[in-house]
């Protein structure tokens, strides 16, 4: 006989033993977020963690002066937000829906009772920590040392992965805000990696074309941080 294992979509969570997969159904609630709407917010108790299925979240900073600049971008590699399991309840930072989509959403309370009774689900969820950690910090280098043509490439091959298809919604402003630079230089970015073919952008959705194409322009911040990702996802019992 055939046993169907649970899936729910997210490569963290389908990354687990099957033993914590076994109960996974019974605490995930599917959530379809619309683009922009709010997940979490900078100071408040969290009373849930997204683990996101083909939506893309956005982790933003935001500045006294109200301006906000994304410092993390969450697909189905990871979970929003890591605080939760580093023994926090409250929220670091604001975050959103970037895609829209649906996440797993997963109450505190049960995040944090897996967190003290599943050695391997705590283990799983603080490698994963330690990979946003690591992107995080190769990003602070590609924000210094990269181009706003090989930052946009990277970034849209990221949400690629993140969404699982090549075609999503999203605004050249939108975009320009998330990276932190001027839209003209975003527009800029964008019209050049469509004159070479790699991406499609039409009314504010965008579809990758050439995928090789688009990753030969992308820093190698996007090879990095894929691979801390899919190293975090491959822990052994
Ligand atoms: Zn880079």
Same mark, same amino acid.
């Given at each position: 006989? +055939?046993?169907?294992?649970?899936? =729910?979509?997210?490569?963290?969570?389908?990354?687990?033993?099957?033993?914590?997969? %076994?109960?996974?159904?019974?605490?995930? &609630?599917?959530? +379809? /977020?619309?683009?922009?709407?709010?997940?979490?917010?900078?100071?408040?108790?969290?009373?849930?963690?997204?683990?996101?299925?083909?939506? !893309?979240?956005?982790? $933003?900073?935001?500045?006294?002066?109200?301006?906000?600049?994304? !410092?993390?971008?969450?697909?189905?590699?990871?979970?929003?937000? =890591?605080? @939760?399991?580093?023994?926090?309840?409250?929220?670091? *930072?604001?975050?959103?829906?970037? $895609?829209?989509?649906?996440?797993?959403?997963? =109450?505190?309370?049960?995040?944090?009772?897996?967190? +003290? &009774?599943?050695?391997?689900?705590? *283990?799983?969820?603080?490698?994963?920590?330690?990979?946003?950690?690591? =992107?995080?910090?190769?990003?602070?280098?590609?924000?210094?040392?990269?181009?706003?043509?090989? *930052?946009?490439? *990277?970034?849209?091959?990221?949400?690629?992965?993140?969404?699982?298809?090549?075609?999503? &919604?999203?605004?050249?402003?939108? /975009?320009?805000?998330?990276?932190? !630079?001027?839209?003209?230089? !975003?527009?800029?970015?964008?019209? @050049?990696?469509? /004159?070479?073919?790699?991406?499609?952008?039409?009314?504010?959705?965008? &579809?990758?074309?050439?995928?090789?194409? #688009?990753?030969?322009? %992308?820093?190698?911040?996007?090879?990095?941080?894929?691979?801390?990702?899919?190293?975090? #996802?491959? #822990?052994?019992?």
């Amino acid at each position: 006989m +055939t046993v169907v294992q649970y899936s =729910s979509g997210n490569r963290l969570l389908d990354a687990l033993p099957v033993s914590d997969l %076994a109960s996974l159904e019974r605490d995930l &609630t599917i959530v +379809t /977020l619309k683009a922009h709407q709010s997940t979490h917010s900078a100071g408040r108790v969290m009373s849930h963690v997204d683990f996101p299925i083909d939506a !893309v979240l956005s982790v $933003v900073a935001t500045l006294k002066n109200g301006e906000t600049v994304e !410092v993390g971008t969450v697909g189905s590699e990871s979970f929003v937000e =890591s605080d @939760a399991a580093l023994e926090s309840s409250v929220a670091s *930072r604001t975050a959103f829906c970037q $895609v829209q989509g649906s996440v797993g959403r997963m =109450s505190l309370a049960s995040f944090e009772q897996r967190m +003290t &009774t599943s050695v391997m689900f705590a *283990r799983f969820m603080r490698h994963n920590v330690r990979a946003v950690l690591f =992107s995080s910090q190769q990003f602070t280098v590609c924000n210094l040392k990269h181009s706003v043509l090989q *930052r946009c490439a *990277r970034w849209l091959a990221m949400t690629a992965d993140r969404v699982g298809r090549p075609q999503f &919604t999203l605004t050249l402003e939108f /975009l320009a805000i998330m990276l932190g !630079v001027p839209s003209a230089k !975003v527009a800029e970015a964008a019209d @050049a990696l469509q /004159l070479m073919g790699a991406i499609e952008y039409l009314k504010g959705a965008v &579809t990758i074309v050439d995928r090789g194409s #688009l990753e030969r322009v %992308a820093c190698e911040c996007y090879e990095a941080s894929k691979a801390a990702f899919s190293e975090s #996802l491959l #822990l052994s019992a």
